[in-house]
């Protein structure tokens, strides 16, 4: 027989255990449901494709992120959906190109939109299964009430609403970083040097909270963006500058975390998943972010604006020390999560992202469930990449506005990762296919976006 806390029979299960006493026959103990996985998303904010020791970077000590790499997956092929932070982060959250949502220019702290209320999120939709919701640090999805984390899925929200480097006007006449708490803010001018410090308690006090039920932790780092604060035991410590110090305090806060599911027995039951919203700055600073051998920054559509540094860890779900050279995008992580919760994805509206548990579970012959990744920047439809091939548009100015200008080319991806030899000459008929794919998929993108604003203006 089972007993409750209270020390009394449970129902129903405990009636017909007495039944089956009453008539000889033991009964076998039925199996606890299976827990359902708690998830955790750690999110940095520009940071380059090889700026992690095990892609590459041989001036940086960054041996948490490694190990995450050798008891888990890397991903070589990892995209997000926009090169700079807004886009990026709707994407993720919502699992859809971020001009479906609105929200494919970045946001400033004198804008008054963000993201809606009809969107739907993986907070969302993991709290509509019991899960425990929290976000830290930076959102950058609009800062005015109807638009925080809180208003979207997240029970809990610590953190800054925007950019480190958008300081809004102080009581006393000054400048300063607001930093909230929920959906007030706590200081206005906080100290920077202290964020990803005190982003990592609120994270492991969120695990060793919810440690007995399932959760969704969205850890998104103000650092590696500039101005570069890294924290005081860490300045001056890195090969790099303060760029390498704020990446090697990122590897000790995820240390902590990793640390935590261990000390609460939590390995076996969680899910890490790491990358970055965009590429590293385009600056010269030899001492900054680096996407080697990748092509390209932050703000372009070349590889090292929106390929990123991935790893996934799930003890005895995820292989370990293995690597995926297959597509998979953030948006990706809304069905998979979702899915892997006993839920599932929206089916009321069009989600870009697919279920890429085939692969982050090491499938035989897994292969990417993505026919073609589409990079925007912004409003405008600059490439596509389809198996191997990535196709660059040709795009003129318009006559009146802003727009993007370049040359069409392609590159085959498997054999010239860094995009230095257009092949487009000698391939014109696989040219061809890709712009009318583009150009179906971006009437159809604008299509949505015209919708949209029309319904803002009714």
């Given at each position: 027989?089972?007993?409750?806390?209270?020390?009394?029979?449970?129902?129903?299960?405990?009636?017909?255990?007495?039944?089956?006493?009453?008539?000889?026959?033991?009964?076998?103990?039925?199996?606890?449901?299976?827990?359902?996985?708690?998830?955790?998303?750690?999110?940095?904010?520009?940071?380059?494709?090889?700026?992690?020791?095990?892609?590459?970077?041989?001036?940086?000590?960054?041996?948490?992120?490694?190990?995450?790499?050798?008891?888990?997956?890397?991903?070589?092929?990892?995209?997000?959906?926009?090169?700079?932070?807004?886009?990026?982060?709707?994407?993720?959250?919502?699992?859809?190109?971020p001009l479906r949502s609105g929200l494919e220019n970045v946001l400033f702290p004198n804008n008054r939109n963000g993201l809606e209320a009809d969107e739907v999120t993986i907070p969302k939709l993991l709290k509509s299964r019991g899960y425990a919701t929290l976000c830290v640090g930076k959102w950058h999805l609009g800062h005015t009430p109807e638009h925080l984390p809180t208003r979207h899925g997240f029970d809990h929200y610590f953190g800054v609403p925007y950019s480190n480097d958008m300081p809004t006007a102080t009581p006393d006449g000054g400048k300063g970083l607001v930093l909230m708490r929920a959906e007030q803010t706590i200081e206005h001018a906080t100290d920077q040097t202290r964020l990803t410090e005190r982003y990592t308690a609120e994270a492991v006090k969120f695990i060793e909270t919810n440690k007995d039920r399932p959760f969704f932790l969205y850890l998104?780092?103000?650092?590696?963006?500039?101005?570069?604060?890294?924290?005081?035991?860490?300045?001056?410590?890195?090969?790099?500058?303060?760029?390498?110090?704020?990446?090697?305090?990122?590897?000790?806060?995820?240390?902590?975390?990793?640390?935590?599911?261990?000390?609460?027995?939590?390995?076996?039951?969680?899910?890490?998943?790491?990358?970055?919203?965009?590429?590293?700055?385009?600056?010269?600073?030899?001492?900054?972010?680096?996407?080697?051998?990748?092509?390209?920054?932050?703000?372009?559509?070349?590889?090292?604006?929106?390929?990123?540094?991935?790893?996934?860890?799930?003890?005895?779900?995820?292989?370990?020390?293995?690597?995926?050279?297959?597509?998979?995008?953030?948006?990706?992580?809304?069905?998979?999560?979702?899915?892997?919760?006993?839920?599932?994805?929206?089916?009321?509206?069009?989600?870009?992202?697919?279920?890429?548990?085939?692969?982050?579970?090491?499938?035989?012959?897994?292969?990417?469930?993505?026919?073609?990744?589409?990079?925007?920047?912004?409003?405008?439809?600059?490439?596509?990449?389809?198996?191997?091939?990535?196709?660059?548009?040709?795009?003129?100015?318009?006559?009146?506005?802003?727009?993007?200008?370049?040359?069409?080319?392609?590159?085959?991806?498997?054999?010239?990762?860094?995009?230095?030899?257009?092949?487009?000459?000698?391939?014109?008929?696989?040219?061809?296919?890709?712009?009318?794919?583009?150009?179906?998929?971006?009437?159809?993108?604008?299509?949505?976006?015209?919708?949209?604003?029309?319904?803002?203006?009714?």
């Open positions: 027989m089972q007993i409750n806390r209270h020390g009394l029979l449970r129902s129903g299960a405990a009636a017909l255990a007495v039944a089956l006493l009453l008539l000889g026959v033991s009964a076998a103990p039925a199996a606890p449901p299976a827990r359902p996985p708690n998830f955790i998303i750690i999110f940095t904010d520009d940071q380059g494709y090889a700026d992690l020791s095990c892609f590459g970077a041989t001036d940086l000590a960054t041996p948490n992120l490694d190990r995450m790499a050798a008891e888990g997956m890397k991903f070589t092929d990892f995209y997000v959906a926009g090169p700079v932070c807004t886009p990026s982060r709707a994407a993720l959250l919502t699992g859809r190109y998104a780092h103000n650092m590696p963006h500039t101005p570069l604060n890294p924290g005081r035991q860490f300045a001056g410590k890195s090969k790099r500058g303060r760029y390498g110090d704020a990446i090697e305090e990122i590897d000790w806060s995820i240390g902590e975390i990793l640390k935590t599911l261990k000390e609460s027995r939590l390995d076996g039951d969680t899910c890490v998943i790491f990358t970055s919203d965009n590429g590293p700055s385009g600056g010269v600073d030899p001492k900054g972010g680096s996407a080697k051998p990748l092509r390209g920054a932050k703000g372009g559509t070349y590889e090292g604006g929106m390929r990123e540094p991935c790893l996934m860890r799930w003890p005895g779900r995820i292989p370990a020390g293995k690597v995926c050279a297959e597509l998979a995008t953030t948006m990706d992580l809304l069905p998979t999560l979702t899915r892997l919760a006993g839920g599932t994805a929206p089916a009321d509206r069009v989600i870009d992202g697919k279920d890429i548990w085939p692969l982050m579970s090491g499938q035989a012959h897994a292969r990417t469930p993505h026919d073609a990744f589409f990079y925007y920047n912004r409003s405008d439809l600059m490439a596509v990449r389809s198996g191997d091939w990535k196709y660059h548009r040709e795009l003129k100015p318009p006559t009146k506005g802003r727009g993007k200008t370049q040359a069409a080319a392609l590159y085959n991806l498997k054999t010239d990762i860094g995009e230095s030899k257009d092949v487009l000459a000698e391939h014109r008929e696989v040219g061809a296919r890709l712009e009318e794919l583009c150009r179906k998929f971006d009437e159809e993108l604008k299509k949505v976006q015209a919708n949209r604003r029309r319904n803002r203006q009714k």
